[in-house]
């Protein structure tokens, strides 16, 4: 079954979808982050995940992040704030997905239950 994001993403000209992991310092670091990546970018995809303590010890957030853009894209959005020498050291593409209009649906907890009421 084709995946109708995807065919969308494909009519709007989207090539790829960049899967990045990195860390921030802190969550006031990353929602910065997040500002300048909306205001500095013309990706169509921003699928964010995140994972942090509330320990003050260890402030860290740990990301993952879904865009179209480029490994140098995305590191020079980085270097357009402050205090981000965290991010730019541990990002890491993770992942590449090539759109074609034969691209299929990733299966998720949800395509599952949905088959289950067929």
Known sequence: MKDPTNELLIKAGVKTKNYFEFQGESSDNIIEFHNTIMKHSDSLIFIWKFGYSRDC??????????????????INIMKLQDDSHVMIKTLN?????????????????????DQEDD
């Open 57 to 74: 010890l260890f402030s860290d957030v740990e990301c993952e992040l879904t865009v179209n853009l480029s490994f140098d894209e995305v």
């Open 93 to 113: 593409l993770i992942n590449q997905e090539i759109l074609t209009e034969d691209s299929n649906i990733k299966f998720t907890t949800q395509n599952l239950i």
